[in-house]
């Protein structure tokens, strides 16, 4: 009932940086949390950021001073600012969104399909 599709993603050197973006569509009533999480080749899904909708946030370690995740709740859009990437950091991120459908549905976990970083020189 919620879509979420991510875009921004794409190849850069290491050092380099990218800008994740996540739109969400859909009869949405209220989004309380949004967060990106990425998996490499033979890795377990993990967790990089997450951000409610007052703004608080929160990063895994590997990431913290790296990335920044923002939200425009206006347009029920998240973002992942990457800066000084690194080749650790190659996988499918995916967009994740803790919403409610209108009129007064229960809150639930949505994903999108993903979108590819790849970090190489």
């Known amino acids: 009932q919620v879509q979420l599709m991510e875009s921004g993603g794409g190849l850069v050197q290491p050092g380099g940086s990218l800008r994740l973006s996540c739109a969400a569509s859909g009869s949405i009533n209220a989004i309380s949390a949004m967060g990106w999480y990425r998996q490499a080749p033979g890795k377990q899904r993990e967790l990089v950021a997450t951000?409610?909708?007052?703004?608080?946030?929160n990063y895994t370690d590997s990431v913290k001073g790296r990335f920044t995740i923002s939200r425009d709740n206006a347009k029920n859009t998240a973002y992942l600012q990457m800066n000084d990437l690194k080749p650790e950091d190659a996988a499918v991120y995916y967009c994740?969104?803790?919403?409610?459908?209108?009129?007064?549905?229960?809150?639930?976990?949505?994903w999108g399909q993903g979108t590819q970083v790849t970090v190489s020189s």
């Open positions: 951000i409610i909708k007052s703004g608080s946030t």
């Open positions: 994740n969104a803790e919403a409610r459908t209108w009129p007064l549905g229960p809150f639930k976990m949505y």
